[in-house]
């Protein structure tokens, strides 16, 4: 059965899933909008998702901010527009030299913190421990619905993981789900790619003790299953770059009872994402490259301008003053 052809109108979902909110202050290049307004409604977006769904957890796998270092400003506006319930893990952008061992330096950390007092806590960070959510808990109000507990392996963690060492509680909830931060694609890996991880990996390596498992990392969205077990690829929130263009980000809505997602498109602007500064630096090397033909044809045409330019400082010569000077402009250029 293919997870996500259903639909539920009506029906109440027990989770949102998704992952790289990558939370950031500065525009992307490709965006031509406003890009704090657009992050802003479409965290919006996944707080009335939560609150149509009986105030139902959001759960984040990991890049919640696009850089651990992330300024009180952003700290503030995350504060003020992630939704809660939240529960996330920390994704190698949320975490200081990609390292979990310096966490508590990071932006995520400090969140963590701001609500880790608080008597009924809404935003938590799964680092080493799991979550079990039963489906009396009044913070999150359930009803009759199956209880949850959730795993979260923040990223570089995993090979420490062993899924046969649970709690009394992993064993007696309905529902298990397991949350990584895991380059992870569907099918094949790129050859390019060859340390991350397929689906069909992790499904044979988990798919006995979980019954979904939500990853991060990869910014495109896909949804597998196998035996029964189902595996969430969210993709990112926010369109950052040239090649998502014709891309729509969404949301997925959790099934407990049925073990079943469905598409929650994010809402989206179009004509804010663009491909100018690609075609303006390309066109630009193209002038160069055809200037340093002119100037030399014994040279390699194949080369990248960079390697062309390093070329003609070898062959001709050229002081120290102005090789500095073309570098520093060809390094605010590019």
């Known amino acids: 059965m293919k997870r996500t052809a259903r639909k539920h109108p009506g029906r109440k979902a027990d989770a949102v899933l998704v992952s790289d909110l990558h939370l950031t202050e500065t525009t992307p290049v490709a965006r031509t909008d406003d890009y704090i307004a657009a992050q802003a409604n479409k965290l919006r977006f996944l707080q009335s998702l939560s609150a149509a769904n009986n105030n139902c957890p959001v759960l984040c796998a990991g890049d919640v901010f696009d850089h651990w270092k992330a300024s009180p400003w952003l700290c503030?506006?995350?504060?003020?527009?992630?939704?809660?319930?939240?529960?996330?893990?920390?994704?190698?952008?949320?975490?200081?030299?990609?390292?979990?061992?310096?966490?508590?330096?990071?932006?995520?950390?400090?969140?963590?913190?701001?609500?880790?007092?608080?008597?009924?806590?809404?935003?938590?960070?799964?680092?080493?421990?799991?979550?079990?959510?039963?489906?009396?808990?009044?913070?999150?109000?359930?009803?009759t619905l199956p209880?949850?507990?959730?795993?979260?392996?923040?990223?570089?963690?995993?090979?420490?993981?062993?899924?046969?060492?649970?709690?009394e509680e992993f064993q007696r909830a309905d529902r298990k789900i397991l949350m990584l931060h895991e380059l992870t694609w569907k099918g094949?890996?790129?050859?390019w790619s060859p340390g991350s991880l397929t689906d069909l990996e992790l499904l044979d390596r988990f798919g006995d003790y979980f019954d979904v498992i939500i990853t991060g990392?990869?910014?495109?969205?896909?949804?597998?299953?196998?035996?029964g077990t189902i595996?969430?690829?969210?993709?990112?929130?926010?369109?950052?770059?040239?090649?998502?263009?014709?891309?729509?980000?969404?949301?997925?809505?959790?099934?407990?009872?049925?073990?079943?997602v469905d598409k929650a498109p994010f809402p989206i602007e179009k004509g804010v994402v663009s491909r100018d500064h690609i075609e303006e630096k390309e066109s630009r090397d193209e002038r160069i490259a055809a200037y340093i033909e002119r100037m030399s044809?014994?040279?390699?045409?194949?080369?990248?301008?960079?390697?062309?330019?390093?070329?003609?400082?070898?062959?001709?010569?050229?002081?120290?003053?102005?090789?500095e000077l073309i570098w520093q402009h060809l390094e605010a250029e590019m």
Not at 147 to 167: A, C, M, N, Y
Not at 188 to 191: A, G
Not at 217 to 227: C, I, L, W
Request: charged content about 25%; some cysteine; proline content about 7%.
């Open 76 to 143: 503030g506006f995350a504060l003020h527009h992630i939704p809660h319930p939240f529960i996330c893990i920390p994704g190698q952008h949320d975490l200081p030299m990609h390292s979990l061992e310096h966490f508590d330096r990071s932006a995520l950390a400090l969140l963590d913190k701001v609500y880790e007092n608080e008597e009924d806590p809404s935003f938590f960070v799964l680092r080493d421990r799991g979550f079990f959510l039963p489906h009396d808990q009044l913070m999150f109000p359930r009803g």
């Open 147 to 167: 209880s949850l507990f959730i795993v979260g392996r923040p990223f570089g963690t995993l090979d420490e993981f062993d899924p046969k060492e649970q709690t």
């Open 188 to 191: 094949k890996k790129p050859s």
């Open 217 to 227: 990392d990869n910014h495109g969205a896909f949804v597998s299953e196998k035996n």
């Open 231 to 260: 595996l969430v690829n969210p993709g990112s929130m926010m369109r950052m770059s040239a090649d998502q263009a014709d891309y729509t980000p969404h949301a997925y809505l959790y099934y407990a009872d049925t073990n079943e």
């Open 297 to 323: 044809k014994d040279w390699e045409l194949g080369l990248s301008f960079r390697r062309n330019l390093e070329m003609f400082f070898a062959e001709n010569k050229t002081t120290k003053k102005v090789r």
